[in-house]
Each structure stands twice: as C-alpha cells, then as structure tokens.
C-alpha cells in the first residue's frame, strides 16, 4: 500500500507540473503565431484552470474507475470554496463586492443547477449529459468572449502568471512537449494507484477522487487565490473559484460523459452533492449580499472542509 500511495503522489506532482508546463506553452504558441490576446485569453485561462481534472477524468472514466472521475469534480468544486477561499480568508478578507462578478455568480448557479439537476435525473453522466453541459459550456464561452472584448483577457492571462510577450521556439517546444508528454503519464500513475490504494482501503473509488486527488488538484487555484489576496486583488481570487467550478462540471463533465457513463453511489448524491451545492450557495450568497469572505467565514469553511473529509474517509466511504 505504501508503494501505491507514493506513485499516486508522484503521478500528482507530475500532472500538476506537465498541467503548468502546457499552459504556458501553449499560450507561449499562441504569440508566436500572433493569436489574439482574446483567443488566448479565453482558451488558455480557461484550459489550464481544468487541465488536470480533465486529464484525470478520462484516464479514469476510461480505465474502469468512473469513480475517481466524479469524486475529482464534486471535490474539487468543494475545496475550491471551502478551502481556497477559506484558507487565504483567514489571512486577509477577500472582498466579494467586485465589477461584472454577479453574472458570474448566476454562471455558477445555473451551471449547478443544469449539473446536480442532471445527476439526480437518472444518478449518472453520460452522453445525454454531455451534450447539455457542452451547450452551457458554449454559453458560457459566449460570456467570457463578450467580457475579453472589453479588454479583460490580458489581465487574466497575468493573473495566471502567463507571460505575454513573445518568448523563444526552443522554450515553447520544450514547454508544450512536456506538458503533452506529462499529462497523461501524471494521470495513469494516479488513477491506477489511486484505485489500488481504494481498493486496500476498502473505501469506495470516489473517496480517493473527493479526497487526495480534489485537494490536489486544486492546489494551482489555492496559489492563484493567495497570491492574488496579497495584491487585495478581489476579482481574480473569486473569479478564479467561479470560473474552475464552472468549468470542472460543464468542460470536465462533458468530457467525461463522451467517454463513457460514471454512475454516482447513492452516497454521493445523499451527501457529496448537497456539500457541494452549500458551497455553491455560500460564495454566490456572498455575493449577493455584497459580503466580503471574512475570517470568521474563512475559519468556519476550513473548520467544515475538515470535517467533510473526515467524515466521507471514515465513516461514508465504504466501498
């Protein structure tokens, strides 16, 4: 067991650094051949928030282990309010009265709501499914591009800490190679021993998703978050949260329905999902009310993030 818990840790590590090394290629690409700010802006940002998911999501709905795939979304989803929020919080308020942040927040509902609605229709995602998260991922594509259009994809792209400037071919090779190269080598050692250390648990498949492999790759948004809550820079620590949400159930969600079905246990949708859907309501609520995320709030989600997980690795995740 404590073979397949290393590789899974190293098959993390990797995923996350062929994930950076792509994003940056990729965007470095995009200026050699003169790509507009706003493609890059919208495509770039976009994909390198979910490419670790995404990648980890069809290594394991097509490797029988459907249950990572929908453990990684949901976990995702709720360690990216509960603790990348909450953890930079608890050392500086963020500040959730923020220009054009409330048609996201409506984003975010609604892209909950076409997802939980979905799952609990028939308890799984397939291609049925797919089809209407890529209808809202088109529809949310048309939001960003109208917002780019204002002038806003550079500093997205900074705020990914993407350079913009035109860098050398042989760097730009290299980059992209690596994060071509890394991504699915990352995501078959933790998939594969993901499901072994499971299986020698005795815990069910979706726990190691909602678990180590959420909380792993949700640590690129947790260094966003904290680096842009040193700046006071409100709009690109809960954008960030909103649009990886969004885009983890709506790009990484469809993905996974065009490979194959992932079924949710019955204790996902009892206790995964509602978890889920109160963080969603937390950061929108916040919102709304024009509340900054305190340190009170921020303690409280850390405080209830560590119980979930406690709770779901003790005593629901029985296999």
């Known amino acids: 067991m404590l073979t397949s818990l290393l590789f899974l840790l190293l098959g993390l590590v990797v995923l996350l650094a062929a994930g950076e090394c792509l994003v940056r290629g990729a965007a470095s690409l995009a200026k050699l051949a003169n790509v507009p700010p706003l493609i890059i802006g919208l495509t770039v940002v976009a994909f390198g928030t979910s490419a670790p998911e995404l990648v980890v999501t069809i290594q394991a709905v097509a490797g029988d282990a459907a249950g990572i795939a929908m453990g990684n979304i949901v976990g995702s989803n709720i360690a990216n309010v509960l603790l990348v929020l909450g953890l930079p919080a608890c050392i500086m308020p963020i500040a959730m009265v923020v220009p054009k942040l409330k048609r996201h927040a409506v984003a975010l509902l609604l892209a909950t709501a076409v997802f939980c609605g979905m799952v609990y229709w028939n308890g799984e995602v397939g291609l049925p499914e797919a089809i209407v998260f890529t209808l809202g991922m088109v529809a949310y594509f048309s939001l960003m591009a ?174």
């Open 146 to 319: 109208i917002e780019a259009r204002s002038g806003h994809a550079d500093a997205a792209l900074e705020a990914e800490g993407i350079l913009v400037e035109k860098p050398g071919i042989p760097q730009t090779i290299a980059l992209t190679a690596l994060g071509l190269i890394g991504l699915p080598i990352g995501a078959t050692l933790l998939v594969t021993n993901g499901s072994e250390v499971a299986s020698l648990m005795g815990v069910r498949d979706e726990v190691i998703g909602l678990t180590v492999v959420a909380f792993g790759t949700s640590l690129p948004e947790l260094a966003t978050v904290l680096a842009a809550a040193l700046r006071r820079d409100a709009s690109v620590s809960a954008g960030t949260i909103i649009g990886s949400n969004i885009f983890n159930m709506l790009f990484v969600g469809s993905a996974a329905g065009y490979v194959g079905t992932s079924t949710f246990s019955e204790t996902a949708l009892r206790l995964d999902l509602p978890v889920m859907l109160g963080a969603t309501a937390l950061i929108t609520g916040l919102i709304f009310m024009r509340r900054d995320f305190g340190r009170t709030i921020g303690l409280l989600s850390i405080t209830a993030y560590v119980a979930y997980i406690l709770y779901t690795g003790l005593w629901a995740g029985a296999a």
